[in-house]
């Protein structure tokens, strides 16, 4: 399996949502119709470029993502495909802002959510 592949088969979580890529969500539509944001998307700092690291320093790099998104509406979160499982922010911001947050940690994807749309994967954000 490719890790594009495993991406799309990920099941990411916060609140009481649940989301996979190319799904639509209503708890997502009801949580961003809640606020003032249009889209939102779940981001982490864990494990850079799908390559493990160890927890702690997943931890550190974790609450450096939460400090520079700090003035985001954020959800605490999980995703896992299988036994790999990571902790993520979903956070309610304008899609530009979190490509570059997850360039700034290296990360391979993110899953973007809008209203009224199937969740969408941006991989390596082309």
């Known amino acids: 399996m490719t890790l594009r592949e495993a991406y799309r088969r990920t099941t990411y979580r916060a609140g009481d949502l649940a989301v996979r890529p190319g799904f639509h969500s209503r708890d997502g539509d009801a949580w961003l119709a809640s606020l003032p944001a249009r889209e939102a998307a779940f981001i982490t700092a ?3 470029m ?3 690291h160890a927890p702690g320093w997943n931890a550190r790099q974790q609450e450096r993502l939460r400090a520079w998104l700090r003035r985001y509406p954020t959800l605490e979160g999980m ?6 499982q990571e902790h993520n922010l979903l956070v309610a911001a304008d899609t530009r802002l979190l490509i570059r947050a997850a360039q700034r940690f290296r990360q391979a994807a993110i899953l973007v959510l809008r209203r009224s749309q199937p969740a969408r994967l941006l991989y390596k954000y082309r």
């Open 46 to 48: 864990w494990n850079p």
């Open 50 to 52: 799908s390559r493990r």
């Open 79 to 84: 995703s896992g495909f299988n036994a790999w």
